[in-house]
């Protein structure tokens, strides 16, 4: 009798310190997105209605949304986001469900370091879609957009966790969201083209501390610069 009270009570400890260690993820959460939405806030009233402006299309609820410095290349976007959308419908239904959730703006834009990134403040994933050289080869190109968005919807179901981004937890959910995409790719895969071999590359931490360590005005300057080397080839 004394053993099964002695194991009760340690499970009744148990689970009350993982809801204490829950409600205070909760907070920590909380606390840094509502430092983040109030960094952000020129972002939500400028950006986002802009985004619905300029929106050129939409795929089964995301809109589709371009605020890039050179608008020559907007069909070849909104034609190529709704077939990379599609892909990840057709071969992963669980992983555009995610999508569909996690993100309601696709928008071209210019980025300093990546070929996309996700703002949770607006569920926002931008694309600096003139880095994926579909003149080159467009079926490796389009299947790499589409892993890439898998990418950055995981990043919004990390968030929608309550796992905030920050320098203690980024290199594990860069991690973790690397893996969604490969799972992705994955399904990809040919007995005559390993698509998930030639597209995803092993996880390296070191692809994300260009963007990790730079500072503000460093990360300002390098978006500066891409948008000069974008107009030029207007």
């Known amino acids: 009798m004394a053993e099964t009270l002695s194991t009760s009570r340690g499970h009744a400890i148990r689970r009350w310190l993982a809801r204490t260690a829950s409600t205070l993820r909760r907070i920590r959460f909380w606390v840094h997105i509502s430092v983040q939405k109030s960094l952000s806030y020129p972002f939500v009233t400028i950006l986002c209605p802009r985004y619905h402006r300029d929106r050129l299309g939409s795929y089964k609820g995301i809109d589709i949304s371009s605020a890039s410095f050179n608008r020559s290349n907007d069909a070849e976007f909104l034609e190529r986001t709704v077939q990379a959308l599609q892909m990840v419908e057709r071969l992963d239904v669980r992983r555009f469900r995610r999508i569909q959730r996690e993100v309601r703006f696709i928008v071209n834009c210019e980025l300093s370091d990546a070929g996309a990134s996700y703002r949770r403040t607006g569920h ?111």
């Open 124 to 234: 926002v994933c931008q694309v600096d879609f003139r880095r994926y050289d579909f003149g080159r080869d467009a079926e490796w190109y389009l299947r790499s957009y589409a892993s890439a968005l898998v990418h950055e919807a995981t990043h919004g179901a990390i968030y929608s966790r309550y796992v905030a981004y920050t320098p203690k937890s980024r290199c594990a959910i860069e991690r973790l969201c690397h893996t969604e995409e490969h799972r992705f790719v994955m399904r990809l895969d040919t007995p005559e083209r390993r698509w998930s071999e030639q597209i995803i590359r092993p996880f390296d931490e070191r692809r994300w501390h260009a963007s990790w360590y730079a500072g503000f005005f460093r990360r300002g300057i390098r978006i500066g610069e891409r948008i000069v080397e974008v107009k030029r080839r207007a």
